[in-house]
């Protein structure tokens, strides 16, 4: 069995909607059917006795052993704790070539899954030993380090639960939600509005002191001290007992409490002081330790906080208590999970002697022994829900000192003995603030209810109706994409959009190319969709990213299909018939938000029949409003966009809008008819997200398809009186619109028309002979060259191909081979007289235009000569 | 003979406003004892001596007005209080901490003066006060005095205490917007505004200024990588974790490469423009010192620049220049260096020079420079020979805002965005900066976070550029308020009471109030420390309140003349009465004047746009009305006393007793009427406590009929405590 082709499919994609590893795995004719191999599903079992029973994927009974590698890879994971449950096996048209797709949950852990999996598989075939306690561990710990914390996992859940979309930023806790202007972010439990001289001031014990005073929020008064000495007439001064603390530190590190007299005093200054230089002595303020969480400002949740003690049975040392205590299953060693062990250290044993006893002592039944004074969880203390009974002023306390420092997510520590009466009446008091505060023990406290937390934080990011989404259109098709997004960001800017739009030539943030080259992936798409000054996004999404990585966007709100046609690049990554492409195109379909829309050419049989594939309503268009599909849909008093009396018209049920073609100059009075498609697929799209009809008529009016707009899509020039298009199309599709728009243009009499074409070597040879065959019918003269990249062809094969189609042209008298695009211009536009037109099918584009402007210009130069 | 040093009587650090000036001032009483018989002209030599000392004493215009006016009272007699006065002033000058104020007088008592002198800073203050005694001593007796270190001692405190340079600048720019003030800490943390309307700096960092941005900002490949998708030019690179992977790296991206930390600041660790394999394995050794992980990226040829952005634009930039020393075939390396560069008067270790010193030691950047030359730090150069010792441009302090090309002021505010700081100080490499940086392959190194903005105040060559003011001016923006209606309340009769009903009338009318007065510290209606809290301390605590809308403040004549208002200006200053709780006596204040320099202070401080609202049956108090920038509210039981029949024939607003009705009358019309027998008999039998309340809330825009109602409803008893 070999595996190759191993990739992550980080989006929506072919398969599913969820992420997923995909290979393409080779088996051997033998291990086609694992019931060939004798003994290998119990050899199997025997190494992964939970492995599901298999199935067999095609119409025949036979199991693969490339389904076996699924099975093992996707339970691998389930066994390790991953959430993932889809995963499946497709053969392919190469007998014993399989695709196999297995979710992930954690790309990394998905990954080592199936390592594991191909080494599960050579065991059970070769009789060897396969470790499955060793691989489930890895599997455990590497996600333990990938996914998400639990305080960051539930802010993320809780956007997920809203719709809004999020990112990963870093591998660690740094999210980013929603998208482009109306992003945000988080990194644990922060927002990107936090502060940070905030969390400095949280920092500063004492200064957080003054200022929660000023709040009018109770808190211990004392003072720092330079030395032991000191410290004992702070105490003395403030009056006992009193608390000895680090002045800059966390977790509880260094603090000593209920300090009675001068040797504890002491010897907790001593503690303090290996943890920062400056010390201050509090008065200690009776009580439990609470912990109240604010969020914007609001109290959304309170835990009550206790060390970790043991109870005496009279039976069981105080060592051995801890030792039971520890075996509860819910206490892990991290914090992930809602306990954790108690730590029998020396700082236990501190505090074990201060009440007299030792690891060994019996302490009598029911006698409470504390193995530690601060209640953190990390510790080994528990906390327990307190939400419901906090006092009305005690919460205005805690949000009063959240909002006078600055933090719109507080942790808040309280002392008091009750919290449901006020502070005051108990001479209880803040003791301190904490940014970025841990939310685990309000998610799944040791005792009592789990609060959402991370709703609350959500909702102060977003309000209740913002999800965090921006316009995002994403359009496929086999031509006029890059026409048709073009298009579509012309419409938005009309509405005050600044765009972001990916297309073959480029990523574009308000007009601004800020990445050149083919940006139609899901990179380019990632990088638009983080631009901090994109309100609406126009995706080309090219079926190339698609299969390498899935979509970039969970969903978008329009989709748009151009028309797939006869094709294009077929043959490429196992898409070999147009059922396979169209599968791939419309994966955009698939993942249209529900309210969004499909925007689909009705013409195009195979783009039509997608609508059945998606939730959202649809959108048709066509030129003909009496095609079945449009009419029909048109009658239901469904959206279609068409052209009836020169005019291009917008249907829904007996809402009508008209905007006459003659005031949509890329389209020449509507008589390019590719352009006719993409201007009615962007009206579509326009239509789609509400942008107002004058909008659209006004931005149909100023687009201007000139170099400018889109490099290599129907640029028209003149040259010595003699027409020159330069068009980017490399497909048969293409050619049949080029054609026909050729043909649609007034030609003056006697008029001999040129082409220049290469052909890209990618393309099947069918589609390679396709093309000259239908420029033969229609240019007297084909100019056929070779460029640089062949992409995997012969010397020759290709220019072979396009002389093929050229037999029995109807048309066609000359042709010419020639090395060299430049060339061939320069061959093609030297014998252009005034009324020829000359069709330049441009494989360079921005060097190729770059030329054919060069050389107009020269001409014009030439011609002023003559005429001085 | 030897003179007796004259004794401090007494020494107090005024906060804020008082009876001598609005800035933070040391009040000292000195009693000059023998020296009162020795003006300056009968000490031989005394004049020559001090100005010999302090020669930039010429500068004093003093009273006479002139240059060098100091000098000639100097000469023709004037007493060591005085003298003193002006000789503090000159220390804290050449500290580099400029003061203007300052005053002696002369109490009743012979020998005994007050001697005041503004100072920023108490530390400072009091520690130049001492210091200027000495001196005028010395000066008087002949000894030496070493002013040069007694400069030196200032300076320190004032590094110790004061506010850093940059701090100092954004706090000037402030003031110069009569924006208030308030220092939270002793080191750079400053409060703009009041109450809810503040904003806060702390350095170069604003409350605006996101935690997850610095965490991104400090992380050198998430900026890079985020800047990059965003179409910002970043140097492409990579992070290695080992001296092999450095070198593979760098091969991939092709040569020269920088080598650096990933997340390390101030240049540590910084290697650039290597090209040998070895250099880039040495440099990924040194880099890992610094810290987590190492990056290689490609080098950028150009100069180095630091752009500010503040808000949404680029407010100043800066270049770097090469720094090299030039050999004379006798002097090693550092000697070099000590010589032709770290003597530079500029350079020092402390934040207010401008250029750092040199020391090869520390530099491993510098060493691996000079090992490229095939030099280490004990060659000795021929003459002639140039080395360069950052030839990337070593300190980036040469002014360079104008040239800025406009795109590349576009892309660094852009990135700037990206990152999400509010203030940031860019990086970029780029041959000319008059170019945008794709056209020439320029690039953005990196975003920081709280950039030192002293290069951009205080280039070495250029214009200065008024970054504090962009800064000041990103956190208030032109319409936007940074005061809250504050009310000051001086006066014996009832103050606490009339504080307390303003406190009231303004709670109801929907604003959270912050109260310091004789009754407690409260925060709307509620107590919060009973403890008598008409005291300076109190006051700043509610002005620092993030949630107060409005503040009210008790002041007695007493805490005016110790502390000085916890204010800068009130937008109502009510003065009820001349009386003072206590004997001010012992403060020299004893006669009715005296008493009038310490209550017009609450005059003093109303805003123009403010209002007095005086007491019109005192004549010393109507006469403060001519003091008040702002407009002024006269109240007084007789309507026919000649104050408030002529301000109200002014078209004025006057509040008066019509038998038991409260009037509120402005000129001609009479707004509104308030019937005393509608209020409590607490209430009714103080009617000109009524009319202070009235008045006070009048000038605060409440609606009478709000003013009638919370009358009726306020009851001192039942403020709550929790």
Redesign the interface.
Known sequence: MDVSRIRALRGPNLWSHHTAIEAVVTCSPEECSISTRNGFEARLRDRFPDIRPMRSIGNDDTVPMAHVLEVAALDLQAQAGCPVTFSRTADTHETGVYRVVVEYSEEAVGRLAFDWAQKLCLAAQHDTPFDLEAALHQLRELDEEERLGPSTGAIVNAAAARGIPFRRMTKGSMIQFGWGSKQRRIQAAEMDTTSAISEQIAQDKELTKKMLAAAGVPVPVGREVDNAQDAWAAALEIGLPVVIKPKNGNQGKGVTVNINNQDHLNAAFDAACEFDDDILVERYLPGNDFRLLVVGDKLVAAARRDAPSVVGDGVHSVKELVEQVNKDPRRGTGHATSLTKIRFDDIALTCLSAQGMTADSVPIKGKRVNLRHNANLSTGGTATDVTDDVHPSIAARAVAAAKMVGLDICGVDMVCESILQPLETQGGGVVEVNAAPGLRMHLSPSFGKGRAVGEAIIQTMFGSKDNGRIPVVAVTGTNGKTTTVRLIAHLFKQHGWRVGMTSTDGVYVQGERIDTGDCSGPKSARSVLQHPDVDAAVLETARGGMLREGLAFDRCEVAVVTNVGSGDHLGLNFVNTLEDLSLVKRIIVQNIAPQGMAVLNAVDPVVAAMAAHTNAAVTFFGVDKNHPVLATHLARGRRGVYVEDGCLMASEGSRHFRIPLESVPITLNGTIGFQLENVMAAVSAAWAVGISWDHISEGLASFDNDLNNAQGRFNLFSYRGATIIADYGHNPDAMQALVQAVQAMPASPGQRRSVVISGAGDRRDQDIREQTRILGDVFDEVVMYQDACQRGRADGEVLALLREGLNGAHRTKESVEIYGEFVAIDHAMNRLRSGDLCLILVDQVEEALAYIKQKIAQGIELNCLSSA | MKKKKFEFLKVTYLKGPGIWTYVPIIEAWIDLGELEDYPSHTIPGFYERLTGMLPSLVEHHCGVGEHGGFLKRLREGTWSGHILEHVVIELHNLAGMPVTFGKARETDERGIYKVVFESPQEQVGREALHLGRDLVMAAINDETFDVPAAVENLKELIDDHYLGPSTNHIVSAAIDRKIPFIR??DVN?VQLGYGCQQR???TA????????????AS?KH?TKS?LK???VPVPEGEEVSSAQEAWAVAQDIGLPVVVKPSDGNHGRGVFINLQTQQEIETAFIEAAKQGSSVIVERFIQGDAFRLLVVGKQMVAASRGKTISVKGDGQHAMQELIDAQINSDPRCGYEAEYPLSPIVLRREPTVRLELQRQGLTPESVPEDGRVVMLKPHGGNLEYDCTDQVHPEVARVAA?AA??V?LDVAGIDLVTPDITQPLHSQGGAINEVN??PGLLMHIKPLEGKPRPVGRAIVDHLFPPKQSYRIPVVGITGSKHTARIARLVAWLLHISGRHVGLACQDG?F?DN?C?DAQPSAYWEAG???L????VEAAVFEHQQEGILKEGLPYDRCLVGVVTDMQSTQDLTGYYIRTPDQHFTVVRTQVDVVLPEGTAVLNASDPQIVEMADLCDGKVIFYALDPQLPAMASHRAQGERVVFLNQHDIVMAQGEIEISRISLQSLNKSKASKPEMVMAVVATTWALDIKPELIAAGLRTFNAETSK??
């Open positions: 939270l800490n943390l806060r700096i702390w960092e604003t409350d605006g200024t996101s935690a997850i941005a610095e965490s991104i992380d998430l985020l998708s965003c179409g852009l965005r990206v999400g976070a709280g510290f925060l509620r919060v700043q605590r509610v620092i309140n993030r949630s405590t929790y």
